[in-house]
């Protein structure tokens, strides 16, 4: 039934018929660690929370769905999720990312799993050509994750895809920073999608947790046995927040997005504004693969302020309804300054290579209304 459904009619409806006792509106959350046997052969399908619970299947079935894949495995944090993704390669095998991917993602690739053998490289994978030059007779997976954190540069899914099928490499996209309602990529031929479910998946900034949706039975049962082995599945709380958080997807993220198209204009027009990097202008460099590998142009913009470090920092600190905070995908706007926050981890010389400077400044836009968020950018530009 739930093919035929539309998205937003997703979103709402499955994963919501877990029940039998009292027939509940939403779905209940069932935080036993353990499940009943009636004799040695039979339990109602859960035996163990670690290795599967009603609640947390819930958001699985639902996330599948919404990503159209065979399945979900709904993990503690998206770090969790890349971890487990990760332990499907043994030493010797070779990845290629992208040089500008999630700083956590790239510690756990540089800092964890480089010294347990596994080869990585690094690329600027905004052009595909790059990708192909990349592969070795040992390259096994081709990390996707686009558009990218801070500068929002894209990478063409389809293109990467054809590379990954012509060398047998798996294919991976971390879908966080637009959801299934922006980009679903197994559309596209990719293998396997993750998220952060913290970010616009839950979208009200109170929960950590991941996601890995996979295109195919092979890679899902695979997956789902590691889940289990290494203990990495959320709690049946998130897992309900996270359910709860998704049933307004679709009309989130028009609100984020339409917030996000008047911000980048305002900004691109103002004269204390250097540089402004969203895929919805068409100044931006890949705005029309956004448009063909996209629904729509997500919420995150970065610009440069003009200027220095200390006009970066005043704008900053004065902005008001943006909080000074990490993170993104929450309802309310959040200010964020990659050179010593989300990007502190690579050394000075890579930021400025990335093309992240000391005037860089990124905003994950929520749904105020976009004319208080528009003043409270103006006056901080401005003060
Ligand atoms: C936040 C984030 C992650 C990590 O997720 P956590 O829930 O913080 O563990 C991975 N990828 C991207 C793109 C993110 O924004």
């Known amino acids: 039934m739930t093919e035929s459904l539309r998205f937003e009619t997703r979103c709402v409806h499955v994963g919501v018929d877990k ?27 859960y035996e163990y929370t670690r290795s599967g619970n009603p609640t947390r299947r819930a958001l699985e079935e639902n996330i599948a769905a919404l990503e159209g894949g065979v399945d979900c495995k709904a ?26 991917i999630y700083g956590g993602t790239y510690r756990l690739f540089e800092a964890v799993f480089a010294p347990l053998g596994i080869e990585i490289s690094f690329i600027n994978m905004q052009d595909a050509a790059n990708v192909r030059k990349a592969v070795k007779p040992n390259t096994r997976c081709i990390w996707i994750e686009t558009p990218s954190n801070p500068l929002l540069n894209l990478v063409d899914i389809e293109a990467v895809v054809e590379i990954a099928r012509g060398c047998g490499a798996l294919t991976v ?41 996979s295109a195919r039975k092979e890679q899902a049962d695979k997956i789902g046995y590691l889940v289990n082995a290494l203990g990495q599945g959320c709690s049946p709380f998130d897992a309900w927040l996270v359910l709860r958080g998704i049933k307004t997807l679709g009309p989130r ?34 705005h029309a693969l956004a448009k063909k590998q996209q629904k729509g142009f997500g919420a995150m913009v970065t610009f440069d302020v003009k200027g220095d470090r200390a ?20 309802v309310e706007s959040l200010v964020a300054y990659p050179d010593t926050m989300s990007h502190a981890s690579m050394t000075e010389e890579s930021r400025r290579a990335a093309g992240i400077s000391e005037r860089t400044v990124r905003v994950s836009v929520g749904i105020e209304h976009v004319d208080d968020l528009l003043a409270d950018l103006r006056q901080a530009l401005e003060a």
């Open 19 to 45: 029940d039998s006792a009292y027939d509940s509106a939403i779905t209940p959350i069932y935080p036993s660690s353990t499940f009943g046997w009636s004799d040695l052969k039979t339990n109602k399908g």
């Open 75 to 100: 993990t503690a944090t998206g770090m969790s999720a890349i971890t487990t993704v990760l332990h499907m390669f043994k030493p010797g095998d070779h990845i290629i990312a992208g040089n500008d």
């Open 173 to 213: 996209a971390d879908n966080t920073f637009l959801s299934p309602y922006l980009q679903r990529p197994l559309e596209l031929g990719v293998d396997v999608v993750i998220h952060s479910t913290t970010k616009y998946l839950n979208g009200h900034s109170d929960v950590v947790g991941g996601a890995i949706v």
């Open 253 to 286: 993220m028009e609100a984020h997005q339409r917030n996000a198209a008047a911000i980048a204009r305002m900004l691109d027009g103002h004269a204390a504004v250097e540089r402004v990097y969203y895929p919805g202008l068409e100044s931006h460099p890949h």
């Open 311 to 330: 006009r970066a920092e005043r704008v900053m600190t004065r902005l008001k309804l943006f909080r000074l905070a990490e993170s993104l995908g929450g």
